[in-house]
């Protein structure tokens, strides 16, 4: 079993950068792809960004590309979501999820991922 907690949410001004921290407990974290959700207020959840379990291969929502980061640490047991360029949009419960691996699949689904974390806010001011 694998626990997750996320942390460096906060608020921030348009064009402004935040970094996500997600820290997971247990051995086998390296085994897991690590993804990034987010969810607005009202809406779905959505996926923002995935990345394998060798940090060899990542993905991202067409929304987010060129603008966010993601990256893993699996001797820190520890992923990561750097966010530059903020805009209002992007104001959501950001989630980190773990998945264990399949050959292929892209992990862009939330019902790919096995362990969720609690969340952190991000707000983006205008």
């Known amino acids: 079993q694998v626990q997750l907690v996320e942390s460096g949410g906060g608020s921030v001004q348009a064009g402004g950068s935040l970094r996500l921290s997600c820290a997971a407990s247990?051995?086998?974290?390296?085994?897991?792809?690590m993804g990034w959700f987010r969810q607005a207020p009202g809406k779905e959840r959505d996926f923002v960004a995935a990345?394998?379990?060798?940090?060899?291969?990542?993905y991202y929502a067409d929304s987010v590309k060129g603008r966010f980061t993601i990256s893993r640490d699996n001797a820190k047991n520890t992923v990561y979501l750097q966010m530059n360029s903020l805009k209002s949009e992007d104001t959501a419960v950001y989630y980190c999820?773990?998945?264990?691996?399949?050959?292929?699949?892209?992990?862009?689904?939330?019902?790919?991922?096995?362990?969720w974390g609690q969340g952190t806010q991000v707000t983006v001011s205008s």
């Open positions: 990345i394998s379990w060798s940090a060899g291969i990542t």
């Open positions: 247990g051995r086998t974290f390296s085994s897991y792809a």
């Open positions: 999820a773990a998945g264990s691996p399949v050959f292929g699949r892209r992990y862009a689904q939330a019902n790919q991922y096995d362990y």
